[in-house]
């Protein structure tokens, strides 16, 4: 499983709530990523990081932000959900640009 | 802006029955194509990378090709846990962190 850790993997919220996904990694990558999926969208990039305090955005950024205070722990947080964002959030790791990702097993989030 | 299209959407086999899945990109200045194998309910699992047109991998009954334009995962003699969904993806540019996925092929080999 390539030490990577999300929590939480099921979760079922309100429109309008805030809702934070976090993502632990045991092996010190730089990279780390924030993908969601959705049928007929394959994977797309929300966010990503490639350092402590260092993110940038991904192709569907909106509505969303990230946070990386530690090496391990990469935070996504939706401000104010919508149902829009309904899907089921992944997170991956990676060496370096131009090597490939490892992801985690996913958290499904239901916003109602 | 980096493409990628897979076809089929679906495939159905019988174990033993060879096939190819296909992933046809656009990407400027490639740096990596990769597969990824997803099974219900987990994250992708890694297959393989791609650097250059030319260059084949293999793994067991799965073997990937890539040229300038297209990709080919080929399956040889398939047997029911192969049935998955396969992913391809791309990442093209040198300051480009972000991998371009394809909606997926969703392989099921019937015994």
């Known amino acids: 499983d390539a030490g990577i850790t999300q929590s939480p993997r099921h979760k079922v919220t309100e429109t309008g709530t805030p809702v934070t996904l976090r993502c632990h990694q045991t092996?010190?990558?730089?990279?780390m990523y924030w993908y969601r999926q959705d049928p007929g969208h394959g994977l797309r990039l929300i966010h990503y990081?490639?350092?402590?305090?260092?993110?940038d955005k991904g192709e569907v950024s909106d509505g969303y932000s990230v946070s990386r205070s530690k090496t391990e722990d990469f935070l996504l947080t939706l401000e104010s959900a919508t149902s829009s964002q309904t899907s089921v959030y992944f997170c991956?790791?990676?060496?370096?640009?131009?090597?490939?990702?490892?992801f985690g097993q996913g958290t499904r989030l239901t916003v109602v | 802006e980096d493409q990628v299209t897979q076809s089929p959407e679906a495939l159905r086999l019988q174990e033993g029955e060879s096939s190819s899945l296909n992933c046809s990109y656009t990407v400027s200045g490639l740096r990596g194509l990769f597969w990824y194998r997803q099974d219900p309910g987990k994250g992708p699992e890694f297959l393989f990378t791609?650097?250059?047109a030319g260059e084949e991998k293999e793994k067991e009954r799965l073997k990937a090709t890539l040229t300038k334009k297209e990709s080919f995962l080929h399956i040889t003699a398939p047997k029911p846990e192969d049935s998955a969904t396969y992913l391809c993806?791309?990442?093209?540019?040198?300051?480009?962190?972000?991998?371009?996925f394809g909606a997926g092929t969703r392989l099921t080999v019937k015994p």
């Open positions: 990081s490639y350092g402590v305090k260092d993110t």
């Open positions: 092996e010190n990558h730089r990279y």
């Open positions: 791609l650097y250059s």
């Open positions: 991956a790791i990676r060496v370096g640009g131009g090597t490939e990702a490892f």
């Open positions: 993806a791309v990442q093209g540019g040198y300051d480009n962190n972000d991998m371009r």
